[in-house]
């Protein structure tokens, strides 16, 4: 079993629409959950960043952390074309003197006009 | 500010060779981490540099090993290529090892392929 799981999808959405990515986890140690962007042959972009469980907002996206659940979401909310691309979750574990980020397989999203 | 830049963009090499890729660090990050990310998956951590020294692997065998400089700029070597090692490799800077201060903030990546 992955330490996380994410759908790969792709999942294809009209404009306007709230979209929901969402990825599980096995491990409680983890400290940090992010939300990736990342553009067809780029490098991947911090979207969001938290450590504790609830909701943070900027924009719009919303992170949504439930750790009793082990589960992460990111909303999207009046999506745009723009946001067609893969996003990544991942959780970061400090352990052993170093902070490394576990990803999941990223999800392919793409919105159409 | 500056972000994380990397060189070059995109490589071609043969089996067996030997290939060194290039860094730098986001201005203030004194941290520096390096992943492969093969086509269609998430990255996979190969190692994390930090005041100069290796002090933390992922699952790479040792034919990958890298470099910090006093400026925190790093390399990544590989050597003995093999096809599999064909992949985006991404650095990522942060302003504190233990990840208190912030996330990882990646570059653009160097593209490497392997014949």
């Given at each position: ?103 999941g397989a990223g ?7 | ?29 004194n941290t520096v ?30 034919r990958f090993s ?50």
């Amino acid at each position: 079993q992955k330490e996380v799981e994410q759908d790969p999808g792709p999942l294809s959405v009209p404009e306007g629409a709230i979209v929901s990515l969402n990825c599980t986890y096995s491990n409680s140690a983890f400290q940090y959950f992010m939300w990736y962007r990342q553009y067809s042959r780029k490098g991947p972009e911090l979207l969001m960043y938290t450590y504790s469980s609830g909701n943070k907002e900027d924009g719009r996206f919303t992170a949504q952390v439930d750790k009793s659940s082990k589960y992460i979401s990111l909303f999207i909310r009046d999506s745009q074309p723009s946001d067609s691309a893969t996003y990544l979750c991942a959780m970061a574990l400090f352990s052993g003197g170093y902070n490394k980020l576990i990803f999941g397989a990223g999800t392919r999203l793409a919105v159409h006009p | 500010e500056t972000g994380v830049t990397q060189s070059p963009t995109h490589l071609i090499k043969t089996r067996g060779q030997q290939v060194t890729l290039r860094c730098s660090s986001q201005s203030g990050h004194n941290t520096v981490s390096w992943y492969q990310q093969a086509l269609g998956q998430g990255p996979q951590f190969i190692f994390q540099y930090y005041r100069e020294e290796e002090n933390g692997r992922g699952n790479f065998p040792p034919r990958f090993s890298g470099l910090q400089f006093p400026n925190y700029s790093s390399e990544l070597n590989v050597n003995a290529l093999e096809l599999d090692d064909s992949a985006l490799y991404l650095c990522a800077s942060s302003f504190s090892v233990d990840g208190s201060g912030g996330s990882q903030y990646f570059g653009p990546g160097t593209r490497l392929l392997v014949l």
